[in-house]
């Protein structure tokens, strides 16, 4: 994994450090930030593959940093949180991260994720796939341009809403469950998913849907799981 810059946001110099030294055994270029407001700032001046980013900071919190990354860029995010509650999690998947991990952590299950997300991101960013355009009445899928649109407005999603899509909507008809979903798409065995895939599938409404409540294209079959509408 060389030639990656991974941004580390902790507003506690020895985990910055603790992760800077995981990061590096791996070949990956480490940068640092002890708040969102240097976070922004690095991104300006550096290029950025990966964030991790803490939830509990001064000056600009991660969430916060979150949504302002968020208006700009796709890069993936994994948030750092020090408390286990789901509304943690929850809140900062809503908002754009791509995954979380729980402090304390193992260094070798934040490897694991660091690398995964790496890998997807840069598959999404450099993919050359079968150049291929799906139309589901009004819901649009360029697998080429790795872009949608919807009601022919293009849709701005982030790389795992982006996969979410590209299943569904190659497979439109077919039902999928949360265990699939996450399995295909994060490549990693599933584990407590429901939260997870939950939160995208929503997030993913509000970008395609006229109204979210009332879905047209990404549908829920009860009991089973999601499919998009042929």
């Not at 798409?185 to 929503?202: F, M």
Request: glycine content about 6%.
């Amino acid at each position: 994994m060389e030639n990656y810059n991974v941004l580390v946001v902790d507003d506690e110099k020895e985990i910055r450090d603790a992760i800077e030294i995981y990061l590096k055994n791996e070949g990956i270029t480490v940068l640092k930030a002890k708040d969102g407001i240097e976070a922004l700032e690095s991104l300006t001046e550096n290029t950025v593959h990966l964030i991790v980013l803490d939830i509990m900071m001064p000056r600009l919190d991660g969430i916060s940093a979150t949504v302002k990354i968020r208006e700009k860029q796709n890069i993936p995010i994994i948030i750092l949180s020090a408390k286990s509650e789901d509304t943690d999690k929850i809140l900062g998947l809503q908002i754009g991260a791509d995954d979380y991990i729980t402090k304390p952590f193992n260094p070798m299950e934040l490897i694991a994720r660091v690398k995964s997300q790496l890998r997807r991101y840069v598959k999404f960013g450099t993919y050359e796939g079968i150049q291929k355009v799906i139309d589901l009445n009004g819901l649009t899928l360029d697998q080429s341009a790795k872009e949608v649109t919807a009601h022919g407005e293009p849709v701005k999603l982030t790389p795992i809403e982006y996969k979410i899509v590209e299943l569904l909507m190659v497979n439109a008809g077919r039902v999928f469950s949360i265990n699939e979903i996450y399995e295909r798409v994060w490549n990693e065995p599933c584990y407590n998913a429901e939260n997870t895939v939950a939160v995208h599938i929503r997030k993913i409404r509000e970008k395609i849907e006229i109204d979210p409540k009332n879905p047209r294209f990404l549908k829920v079959v009860w009991g089973i799981g999601y499919k998009m509408e042929k």
